[in-house]
């Protein structure tokens, strides 16, 4: 995966907007509140519904950014671009790095998914809400919830 050079302005902003926070969000998206006060400052747009379970989902376009929601309240979080934890950008990160320095107790064995495209990912749960997906050794996504 190739990594994208930013000046050290660009990769605090960076950094600051898309940390996540265990149990409580990503950057200043955090989890219950309404999704509404963030639509005019963030170029959000509906995705999808999922009637299965009762969950909303936009995204930030510019950022590969998506935002659960269920009556409004943000419940998950998701990044295929930029995920930072312990100041370290987790998409892109070999899996192995991260849990020399995560110190994250796994959940349950993994999940193995394969899409249409026949692109094949693990799925791992950790503690505090974290889940990532692997593909060939790297978190190629990083998903959160509040771990009640």
Known sequence: MEKIKRTKNESKQSEYFWTWHPNIGVGEFSFGENIVSFKSKW?????????DIGWSRYEIKDWDFFISTEKEKIVALTSYKLFFFKKINLIGEKFKKFLEFSQLAQEGESDIVEYDN????EIYDFQDGLQLYIEKGN???ASCHQDM
């Open 118 to 121: 026949g692109d094949v990912q």
């Open 139 to 141: 978190i190629v996504c």
């Open 43 to 51: 170029n959000i747009s509906f995705d999808t519904f999922n009637s």
